[in-house]
Structures are given as C-alpha cells and as structure tokens.
C-alpha cells in the first residue's frame, strides 16, 4: 500500500517545552485549512461548553462549568473537531472514480482526508467499487444476514470509544437482543487491564478522582506510562493549577517527553511571553516493561522505612479497617532484592529513594497511567502493584488521593458502563431483562483479540462496526485483515474513510452517520447525547452544525433503525430513535447510579457517578474490603542483540487518525516510519543516524517485518526502542497479550534491526 508521506522524515532532537505560540499557530493553520474562519470560530467556542459538544478526541475531563475558559480545547483537541467538521465531502462520485484496488494504494492520512462520507454505499459480493445503496436497503440486508445466522454468536458487534451512552446502550441491546455477548470494544485494547486490575483490588473498575482532586488536593501527582502532553494535552493546565498550589509531579516514561518539560500554556501571558511552567519535578526513566518492579521498589522502601521506625510511613489505620491481605503482601516485599528491582526497573536506588521521600512527605497521592502500563504482558499485575502503592498510605478515598487511568477516547468510559463488555454481569443482565422482557444470553463472548482469532478461523459471518478504524487499532495487521475478509458479510458505521473500509467481507457496507460537531434532530425535535469522561462525569453533548449531508443519519437512529428492520418494533426502538430522552429512561431503570437521568444530566456539567471506594471508602469486593495482592516482579527478556520496542503516537494524531506527518515534540518532520534508539545501542548495533533499517519482532510463531524505518539517535532507556502506531502493529502477535486481561501486548515487541531490504525508491511504496 503506498504511502503519501515523504520518504526521507528528518529529525531535529526532543523539545523541552509543550504547546505555547506553536500550539496556537498550529491549531489555526489545520483548522482554517479544514473548515475555514467562519466555520472554526463558530464550532471551536463550543468545544466543551456545557451547552456545547463534547471534544470527539480524548476523555479528559473539564473544571466545573463556572470555571471554564472560553477556548476549553487543546491543539489536538482542534485537529480531532476540524477533522470531523471538514468542509470536504467523499460523494458518489469519489467512489466512481476510485477502486477497492486504487484505494488500498493510498495510506490511511490520504483516505480520511478526502473528507466525509454522505450517504450509504455498498459493495457486492465480486464488486471492485462501492456503489450507493439506500438506508432501507441496507437495513434490510443486514436483517437478512443475521437473521439467517447458524448461531447468533457468528455475529460480532464492534464499538469505538466515541459512541455516545444513548447509541452504546441501544447497541448493545440490538446484540443482546439477537443472542449474543460479542461486544468488543477499544477498551479491550486499551484500559482492559486496568479494569481487571482495579475490580480484582478495589470492586470498582474506574478511576477514583475528580478534576478537583488534582487541582486543588493533591499533594503528589505521580504519572506513569502515559504523555498528557500529546495524549490529554488539557491535563497540563490541570497539572500547571496543582503546582502553583505547591504540589508535586513525578513523571515515569521510558522516552523524554515535552509535556513534563515547561508548559507554555497558551492562554496565560507566562505561557506565551514568559517561561512557562515546569512540570516534572523528577522524572524516572523507567525502561520499557519495568514499571512492575518500579513500583515493587517503592513498596518495598515504605515496608523497609515503617520496619524502621513503627508509624512513620504506613497508615495502619486504613490498612487494620478496609483492607485484607496485607501481612502476606508485605512478606513478599520483604523477600525482594532492592537491587535486583532497580536494575528490571532501569532506575538506580538512589532515584527510587528519592521519590520515596516525596511520597512520605504527601498527605494525598494520586497515580495517573494510560497505555504504557497497560499494554504490556505484566499489565494487570503492574496495576494491582499501584494498587498496593496507594493502601500503604491510605491515598484512597480521600480527597486529592486515588487511582486515575486516564482514558483515551471521549467515552469509552460510557460504552463499559452502557453495556458494552463481552462480560457484564449477571445483575446487569437481570436489569434488562426486567426492563425489556427478554432473556438475555448469558455466556461471556468475544473481546477484540478472541474476535479476530474467531473470524480468522471461520467462526464469524458478519462483522459490524459500530465507528473506529478496527484493522489498523489491531494488532498484528496481516492476520486482523485477512480475518475480516473471511467474513460474510462487514458493516461499518462511520464518518470518514479508512483502512478497515478497504479490508472488508464478501459483501460490505459502509453507513455514513452524524459527527459529534453536528445537530441531531429527531421526530420530537432536536436531540442530545451524553458521555462519561475519565472522571465519572456524565454530561450532556450537543452538536450545533448544520449535518454534511440530508443523508447522514445518528448513530443512535442507524442501531434503532437496524433494530426494528430485525426484530420489528417488539423493544420500541421507534420510539428510542425519535425521543433519546426515552433510551436515558430505560438507561436509568438498568445502570445504576443513573437514577432522574434527564433531570440531573440536563443541569451543566452533569453529575458524577457513584464510586463507593472514593465516596465511603467501602468496596464491592466479596468481602467488602480492599485487597492487597501479590505480584512477583517480572520484565521481558530480550535476547542479547535484540532491543525492546515500545508503540507510541506522534504529537500529530490521535489513535489511529493521523493528521499530518511531522511530530514537533521529538523533533521528526515529514514522515512516521522512523524507529527511535539509545545511541549506546546504536554504537553496538554498527548504525547510524539516518539509517534505513527493517524492524524485525520475534514470537514463538514465527517472525514478522516492518521495512524501511530511518534511524533516530534519541534519549530512550539502553535497550529499549520506540516507534509509532499504528505502522508498529505488523509486529505484534495476535497472541502477545496481557496476562488475564488478554490486551495486546503492543508496548513491550522483542525485536532485531536489520538493514533494510528496501531501497530509498521503494521506500514510498510502502505504508
């Protein structure tokens, strides 16, 4: 597949500040160029407004609605609205003129930067160009499809982390509703882990903070595995608040990054004119995988300081009243090697027991992580060990004090609490059922791995994905595209083109639907959707723009519609899709904590849902107490001449959707298909910068290749590599996963640099 991007990216070294003048001329530059002067300020003041929309790119949360700025939005934040409120449309026409063939040449930037898609297409069974099909059409052949299923369970419902609660809910009823539990989503690829984590230790799979906890409680903020500066650039106006409060920051990454450098946050006179802010007051330059043994290390010197001198540095209190578990916990801590831990974790003693210090000296703690904890192999494991960290001291339920894994798309939270799990619970199912008067299946289905590896094996018919890009968010390329080709019959409910709408069945369809940007109007009148953010929050989101086309359709309409073409009107999906005040009924008579729904999310800023360990300190655990665990450090082992790669996103993208080809915070401009290494590594490897070299991983079934990738000298721990997602993904197995939680292991590839079997000329054919 060819790729647009330049062949020769250059690299100019790591910055050490975020956002500032750059973020503002950046931000204006991709905006006007998308949607133009009139159309940017108009949607842009909208942003994260109570009577606004919610930004369609990460879940980071907003201050109260009294305390927010008039341009609550982040330069990505801006890619992600413009990108979706594009002027540019993919019409009839477009797919005339351009093949399957054709299209599979181009990369995925090019695919959805042609703009968006206008009206239902379809493709026939040999077809080489989608063609236009109606919505009734349409409806009617999926119906046909599954209803003419051997087994409800060859079916396969796919939900992306944007999907509002109202169209998450009614999907997964329409699946329930059919017989089948395969609910997949992006948090099986993303905080999987950390929800096994934390229901295994606390009862409660979420974080346990509020927006105020940092800002305005926290003494210490430790965030680990994540960069707020590209991932959640809003965070760091949060982090900027809690330091001039006086609290501190620990940053534990394995790569350098601008965010926990000096903030020039863009709407202060310091940020634009003066220094900025600095961040980080220490960073821990965790080696890839060594998070696990990190925290061991700090849990073992708090045991070594309270052994020390009795009361000093445990809260016994806590530990004797809500928690179990803790005596076999600190036996195990006990018996580790303090050395030994440093080295797994790439962080000498000394640096440990420096942070040690800060963390005695805090009466309120907060842990924040995203994916560079959880997709590892040792994930939940690593989770729990935080866990631990925090019971110590009794940083949970309290003010300033928690778990926060931060989430990193708008409401993948939702979606879980909606319903959408292969797994929900038997007192879930029992609510629904009483509400709709349908059994429920009860048999757990299939997450994201276990679905590629069902329609790998010929044990999937039809495919439906409800928004995402699926086969470029997955691991492991070749097999997850040739999987999706094994179906039947695939569907995706989408606003633009991408990869996964070329990888498509015998038969597929691809069904345009509203953006978040855009106005929803119904039978009853005008409509609004609500999201959960990664603090809880449930509030209202309301588009304002004019849709791009009279035949765009919500998601919630296209589930609801699909589900009175199968099933009749036996749920009162008319009704749902006219009046999404009546799907937030039914929400509130089956989710708990969503009693008076309308009432409470229709005031601004919503509310926040219950989290019993935050509110009460009691947990939903089989014995009401919180649980220290048991976790033996590990870490990958890496042959010698072989590095460690970890995935990582460049400052221009936002999960898979990539909006330009320079990533200004590292220093990369004009291409993605670098590889960044130590130059230690570099000196025993015989390369140099500017090299080409093929990246090479290596699994227990067989090896898998990434070509052409040019060398980039950079700060990363000795050993550990760095390139991005999703060009990364070719190299991960589909059996490389976390440990219980079964997320793809895409942080942590075993890999060997190889020169090149490309040459600079080919090098552009390749994507």
């Not at 606390?202 to 940092?214: C, N, T």
């Not at 000093?312 to 809500?322: G, N, V, W």
């Not at 603090?535 to 296209?558: C, D, N």
């Not at 309308?598 to 019993?612: D, H, K, N």
């Amino acid at each position: 597949m060819a790729a647009e991007q330049p062949a020769d990216p250059t690299a100019s070294g790591p910055r050490k500040s975020s956002a500032g003048v750059h973020g503002i001329t950046e931000s204006a530059r991709y905006s006007l160029a998308e949607m133009g002067p009139k159309r940017s300020l108009r949607t842009l003041l909208k942003v994260n407004q109570a009577d606004g929309f919610d930004c369609p790119s990460c879940a980071w949360g907003e201050p109260d609605p009294e305390h927010r700025k008039t341009a609550e939005f982040c330069e990505n934040g801006v890619k992600a609205v413009a990108w979706e409120a594009t002027r540019k449309r993919v019409d009839t026409a477009f797919f005339a003129e351009h093949s399957l063939a054709d299209l599979r040449e181009r990369d995925g930037h090019w695919l959805e930067s042609q703009g968006r898609l206008v009206r239902p297409m379809h493709l026939a069974p040999g077809a080489t160009h989608y063609t236009p099909i109606s919505w009734d059409d349409a409806f009617a052949l999926i119906a046909e499809r599954l209803r003419g299923l051997a087994d409800p369970d060859r079916a396969v419902f796919y939900t992306s982390g944007r999907t509002s609660n109202e169209a998450a809910f009614l999907y997964q009823l329409l699946a329930r509703r059919l017989g089948t539990n395969n609910l997949p989503d992006c948090s099986n690829m993303c905080h999987e882990s950390s929800g096994a984590a934390l229901t295994e230790a606390l009862g409660v799979g979420k974080g346990l903070i509020s927006y105020a906890d940092i800002t305005d409680h926290a003494d210490l903020v430790l965030v680990v595995g994540q960069n707020p500066g590209t991932s959640h650039p809003r965070m760091l106006t949060a982090l900027e608040q809690a330091k001039r409060r006086g609290a501190r920051v620990i940053a534990a990454n394995p790569l350098p990054e601008a965010g926990f450098g000096r903030f020039r946050n863009p709407q202060t006179a310091r940020g634009l004119a003066g220094p900025g802010t600095k961040l980080a007051d220490r960073r821990l330059p965790v080696r890839v995988g060594g998070d696990l043994a990190l925290f061991a290390a700090l849990n073992r010197a708090l045991i070594d300081r309270e052994d020390a001198r009795p009361g000093s540095a445990l809260d016994h209190d806590f530990i004797d009243r809500h928690c179990e578990g803790f005596e076999e916990a600190a036996a195990a801590w006990r018996a580790l090697d303090r050395s030994r831990l440093a080295t797994m974790a790439g962080v000498s003693r000394r640096a440990i027991e420096d942070c040690v210090a800060d963390v005695l000296a805090a009466d309120s703690v907060v842990v924040c992580w995203a994916m560079g904890l959880t997709q590892h192999r040792n994930a939940v494991a690593t989770i729990r060990e935080i866990v631990n960290f925090l019971l110590l001291r009794g940083n949970i339920g309290r003010p300033g004090a928690g778990p926060a894994p931060i989430r990193g798309h708008s409401n993948v939270q939702g979606d879980r609490t909606m319903g959408i799990w292969e797994k929900m619970p038997d007192t879930f199912l029992d609510a629904l059922r009483d509400e709709f008067g349908f059994e429920p299946p009860r048999a757990h289905g299939l997450d994201t791995v276990d679905s590629i590896r069902a329609m790998r094996d010929g044990e999937v018919d039809v495919f439906i994905g409800l928004g995402g890009n699926f086969a470029a968010a997955t691991p492991d390329t070749e097999v997850t595209e040739a999987a999706l080709a094994n179906c039947a019959l695939t569907v995706h409910i989408a606003t633009k083109p991408n990869r996964s709408h070329l990888c498509h069945g015998t038969e597929a369809l691809l069904l345009p639907c509203l953006g978040r940007t855009e106005r929803d109007r119904q039978a009853s009148g005008d409509q609004f959707v609500t999201v959960e953010d990664t603090m809880a929050m449930v509030h209202a989101s309301r588009g304002r723009l004019l849709p791009g086309s009279p035949h765009l359709r919500s998601e919630v309409a296209i589930v609801a519609g699909l589900g009175q073409a199968l099933f009749g009107d036996d749920l009162g999906w008319r009704a749902m899709r006219d009046d999404y005040a009546v799907i937030r009924r039914h929400i509130e008579h089956v989710v708990p904590g969503f009693h008076a729904f309308e009432q409470r999310v229709r005031r601004p800023g919503g509310f926040m849902l219950p989290r019993a360990p935050r509110d009460s300190r009691t947990f939903p655990t089989p014995t009401g107490k919180a649980r220290f665990t048991v976790n033996p450090p590990t870490a990958p082992e890496v042959p010698p001449g072989h590095l460690l790669l970890t995935t990582v996103r460049s400052h221009d993208q936002f999960n898979t959707t990539v909006y330009g080809f320079d990533d200004r915070y590292r220093g990369i401009k004009g291409g993605r298909r670098v590889v960044f290494l130590n130059r230690d590594d570099l000196r025993d490897l015989h390369l140099h910068d500017g090299d080409l070299v093929d990246l090479v991983s290596v699994n227990p079934d067989g090896e898998r290749r990434a070509p052409a990738f040019r060398v980039v000298p950079y700060p990363t721990p000795r050993g550990c590599a760095a390139a991005y997602y999703p060009e990364a993904n070719v190299l991960v197995a589909l059996d490389s996963t976390a440990e219980i939680s079964n997320t793809p292991a895409t942080k942590s590839i075993v890999i060997r640099v190889e020169p090149s079997r490309t040459s600079a000329e080919q090098r552009t054919d390749i994507s």
